[in-house]
């Protein structure tokens, strides 16, 4: 396995020989996100509030969140394949890697994301 | 907006008046269903994989949109548009044309669980949003989601799918959306995620059975809340039409039975049926050894009938139609005229090319097509080759019931074992279907083998009981009377030897009786002439005993003359000469 292109199906293991750290690590990466979320339910409020939780603490200065009400923009459900809501893509930096829910458990997404060694 | 046809009496639904049924336009299914889906609901569609329900789904919408006005909306989880367009194609749907009419709008929802990471609570809101733009973008009546399992697949927590399905459902049916929803079939229950419990309006399971490396399709109908269906399992077809389902079982008993008679083709078997032929609308099995000349007759009751301009479709299972055509030229039936003429089609096929489901089904889609007044399937026998004798009559049964209900006149060939004497034993598990049963018989005697042929039976009709000999010619077919006699029935070079012979003996017995007459002739002038001599004889015996008479008289006469002329020359006394001679006084 190439530790500069992790593959993306698998789970790093615990001891993946590439330990990502907010501090050190790819620190020039910017991460693009788009969020997508259905009006403005609990839900879609919990999940907006989390992702901007998420990247002040972690990605701040190099994150770029782009919260989309999708009851404005139907059109782009199909473009974006949305099924499950509040979805977030990240679209950069690749490979591109999806978010259904609240984004409540925020531990798992820095794990998915490489932002930080799986636990 | 067209109003589905419902025949029969429905249960009331809740609301007031009948349930309200969409058509589908697929080719037997609204009979089944007795008018088509239920108006404002969802169908589940379920099966195993490549039963057709993606076929079904899709049909459903593409004639909602070309036949009945109803745009439809594909929601697809497995095939992308190109794939499914490509699908489409092959079955003569134009999807990209349907979609740029604003007809059809198709959107493939493409899961891939590797990309998805669950964090939290989520919703299937992303895909009623999907659906429901989808729907208003064209303004879809119908909607078809195939297949929702992969949802299960690709998304983790299945808890929430259901809730989330549960409601997709009922949001369907609050927006009046007419809808089919496939599923898998599972191992236990209906479908592997439980669909049927959420969608209980209308459900139907499609099948595709393997037996004896021959697969059919069948379609049931499992339930229909509200409505009267059919329940039986029945066979359906996916060619290049489409698919089509048969809904034979739905046929009875109530036909109309004509009077008006079919001919045969051949002047003498028409004589044999009571004149006139067959009946309109019968079905007429001719049975007969390997050779026998069954398809001779068909080929002749075909002519005949296309010559009158009935079209005839002309099922065979063991030659080719130009091997039929060829063979039928070599008797003087020339078929090909009346197959340019389009009156006259042949269907060639192999009976292993499908089950008898598949081949019943092709024949109900000919007949459709092609409506047919006569239908000639030869041999059906062959069939057997692909099911039972009771799968077989079971099909028959159907296939009868539909030729009868359109009043096809169907003629079946049926190929018997060898030629036992019993042979006609080995129909009779289908004769009873049949109205008119023709045996074409080998008679195997003194070194060759002749044609006999006989009515075992005619419904209907006082027909012959005669077993008349049947050949081919080289102007058709021919049926001459067989010898019958104390030596038996006899037929081919017995039957000419012995007419031969009848001949000379009835030409003795002829020439006897001339001369019994000649002899007759002599006999009487012998015994006139005879009867001349004697009477001769007796006239001369008379003649002579008169003149003997005669002589005696006069020799009397003159005695008394000589006494009284004794007696005056004696002055005897006058009145004593009176009284004894006054006559003879003279004075």
């Not at chain 1, 339910?41 to 999940?47: F, I």
């Not at chain 2, 002519?303 to 299972?317: Q, Y």
């Amino acid at each position: 396995m190439n530790p500069d292109h992790p593959a993306e199906d698998e789970a790093p293991s615990t001891d993946a020989p590439w330990p990502i750290d907010p501090q050190s690590g790819r620190g020039d990466d910017v991460f693009v996100f788009s969020l997508f979320i259905a009006g403005m339910s609990p839900r879609s409020g919990r999940a907006v509030d989390n992702m901007t939780k998420l990247c002040d603490r972690y990605l701040a200065g190099r994150c770029e969140l782009q919260v989309i009400d999708i009851y404005q923009q139907p059109e782009l459900a199909q473009e974006e394949q949305l099924v499950a809501l509040p979805t977030l893509i990240k679209k950069l930096p690749l490979p591109l890697r999806r978010f259904i829910g609240d984004l409540s458990d925020t531990d798992r997404i820095l794990v998915r994301l490489d932002i930080r060694r799986r636990p | 907006m067209n109003a589905p046809t419902v025949k029969e009496p429905e249960p009331k639904t809740s609301g007031p008046g009948r349930l309200e049924k969409v058509p589908t336009g697929i080719q037997g299914l609204d009979e089944i269903t007795r008018g088509g889906l239920p108006r404002g609901r969802t169908t589940l569609i379920c099966g195993g994989p490549g039963c057709g329900k993606t076929l079904m789904a899709l049909e459903f919408l593409v004639h909602g949109a070309t036949r009945f006005g109803e745009p439809g909306a594909f929601i697809t989880f497995e095939e992308t548009a190109g794939e499914l367009a490509t699908n489409g194609a092959s079955l003569g749907f134009d999807l990209a044309a349907l979609e740029a009419d604003r007809k059809l709008a198709i959107d493939y929802v493409r899961i891939e669980r590797s990309e998805i990471e669950e964090s939290g609570e989520y919703d299937l809101e992303g895909l009623f949003i999907r659906i429901g733009f989808a729907i208003d973008s064209i303004g879809a009546r119908r909607v078809a989601i195939d297949t929702l399992e992969v949802l299960f697949a690709g998304l983790p927590n299945p808890g929430i799918l259901r809730t989330e399905l549960r409601r997709l459902f009922r949001w369907l049916k609050e927006k009046g959306l007419t809808a089919i929803v496939t599923a898998e079939r599972g191992d236990n229950g209906l479908t592997r995620h439980g669909f049927e419990e959420y969608i209980s309006d209308c459900v139907i399971t499609l099948d595709h059975r393997v037996s004896d490396q021959i697969s059919t399709r069948r379609l049931r109908v499992l339930k229909y809340r509200g409505s009267v269906h059919d329940t039986d399992e029945v066979p359906f077809l996916i060619d290049e039409g489409g698919l089509s389902v048969l809904p034979i079982s739905s046929l009875g008993l109530d036909h109309q039975a004509l009077t008006s008679r079919v001919s045969t083709g051949i002047p003498d078997l028409d004589a044999m049926l009571g004149g006139g032929g067959f009946y309109r609308g019968g079905t007429v099995l001719v049975s007969g050894g390997a050779g026998s000349g069954k398809t001779s007759l068909a080929a002749t009751f075909a002519r005949r009938a296309c010559r009158e301009g009935k079209r005839c479709l002309f099922f065979t299972f063991e030659e080719s139609s130009s091997q039929v055509v060829r063979n039928m030229r070599s008797i003087g039936i020339d078929l090909a005229p009346l197959m340019e003429q389009d009156l006259l089609r042949f269907h060639a096929s192999r009976p292993s090319t499908g089950g008898l489901e598949v081949h019943l089904a092709r024949m109900h889609r000919l007949v459709a097509d092609f409506e047919p007044e006569v239908v000639i399937i030869d041999p059906m026998t062959n069939l057997l080759t692909v099911g039972t004798a009771s799968e077989l009559r079971s099909m028959l049964t159907r296939v009868i019931d539909f030729f009868k209900d359109r009043q096809v006149t169907a003629l079946l060939t049926s190929l018997t074992a060898a030629t036992l004497p019993s042979q006609e034993t080995s129909d009779t598990h289908i004769s009873w279907l049949v109205d008119t049963w023709i045996l074409v018989r080998e008679i195997e005697s003194d070194g060759e083998r002749n044609r006999g042929l006989y009515i075992l039976k005619s419904r209907g009709m006082a027909h012959s009981n005669q077993v008349r000999e049947f050949r081919l010619t080289d102007q058709g077919i021919e049926l001459i009377d067989v010898y019958l006699g104390t030596d038996g029935v006899l037929v081919g070079a017995a039957r000419e030897a012995r007419m031969i012979r009848d001949e000379a003996e009835a030409r003795e017995r002829e020439y006897e009786a001339q001369q019994r007459q000649r002899r007759m002739v002599q006999r009487r002038a012998a015994v006139r002439a005879q009867i001349d001599a004697l009477t001769a004889e007796l006239e001369a015996e008379e003649e002579e005993l008169r003149r003997a008479a005669e002589r005696e008289h006069n020799s009397e006469g003159g005695k008394a003359r000589d006494e009284a002329r004794m007696a005056a020359s004696r002055w005897v006394d006058q009145s004593f000469a009176d009284d004894n001679q006054g006559r003879t006084v003279q004075p």
